[in-house]
């Protein structure tokens, strides 16, 4: 995350993606609170959220350490500290398990969501990264090595499976609707398609032009996946039904217009708006 060192920005999302097709254009985005990281150094990495609890956590990869902050308060109510380079963080609601994904050593620190103390401990060997929450099972999916993804129960702190992949995963989201999940494999110069519940790589989405894919997002309820490219600078929005085609081939700069894919224009819209805070050299292309 460059540009955030000792200073967490806490933004009010302006509006909303259901409906928006229906709505009044949003205001601009705007700060709305500073909470001062203190005695942190380096930079700091991938956030989750406990929504019971109000408690924002923050890895702060080049500490050593994670930050609890209480968002009523706007405080730094606990830190964590002694790990290695975390990176991914998630919070799972059914097991109250918060889940630290560390590139260090490889490892997922567990912690108890109530009191934080230690739950457990899964090692993957290295590099472990990206954390995300299968709302289906309530397992964590953990991206992690040279090319990887785990599925772990957080209640019992153990590893349920590991699907390998071509090369590191970075930005990934998971569909609960498919069971699928999309990863961004930037070495590998793709997004894989992997299905979860089988456990095996479904597909690959070749990008031989763009490169550098690392965040990713999903409007499950519209099956688009919009993925940032660093090479060129730009935003994308794939089909996510078309997942055993290679997206590239029908590359436009309009919106798309699929009887699969409702309220597309609405999501456009939302996509140049994302881009427009990104800078003149930022695109929006739109993928069937």
């Known amino acids: 995350m460059r540009g955030c060192w000792r200073l ?20 601009p985005f705007a700060p709305e609170h500073t909470i001062a990281l203190k005695g942190v150094t380096g930079r700091i990495d991938h956030m989750a959220i406990d929504l019971g609890r109000k408690h ?35 919070y799972a609601p059914g097991a109250d398990i918060l889940a630290v994904a560390n590139a260090g050593d490889g490892s997922v620190r567990l912690f108890h969501g109530a009191d934080l103390s230690p739950s457990g401990k899964v090692d993957l060997g ?44 970075e930005g990934f989201q998971l569909d609960p609707r498919s069971g699928r999940a999309f990863v ?37 309820a519209n099956s688009i996946v919009a993925v940032v490219f660093r090479s060129p600078a730009r935003l994308v929005l794939f089909d996510a039904m078309a997942a055993t085609r290679s997206p590239h ?3 436009v700069a309009t919106p798309m217009m699929s009887s699969s894919i409702r309220n597309v224009s609405a999501f456009t819209a939302v996509a140049e708006r994302v881009a427009s805070m990104c800078g003149s050299e930022m695109a929006v292309t739109i993928i069937l």
């Open 56 to 90: 924002l956590f923050v890895a702060e990869l080049g500490n050593d350490t994670l930050d609890v902050i209480d968002l009523t308060s706007g405080a730094v109510i606990r830190r964590i500290e002694g790990l290695k380079e975390p990176q991914g963080v998630g």
């Open 8 to 27: 967490l920005s806490l933004a009010v999302l302006c509006c909303a993606v259901e409906g928006i097709a229906h709505a009044e254009p949003a205001a």
């Open 249 to 251: 081939s029908r590359a």
């Open 184 to 220: 961004n494999v930037p070495d590998a110069r793709q997004i894989a398609v992997v299905d979860i519940d089988a456990q095996r790589l479904a597909g690959t989405w070749r990008m031989p032009v763009m490169r550098d894919n690392f965040p990713m997002a999903l409007d499950a």
């Open 126 to 169: 290295n590099d472990a990264d990206n954390v995300r929450l299968d709302t289906r099972t309530g397992n964590l999916v953990v991206g992690y090595g040279n090319g990887g993804l785990a599925l772990i129960d957080p209640a019992r702190a153990a590893l349920v499976a590991r699907i390998s992949l071509p090369a590191h995963p």
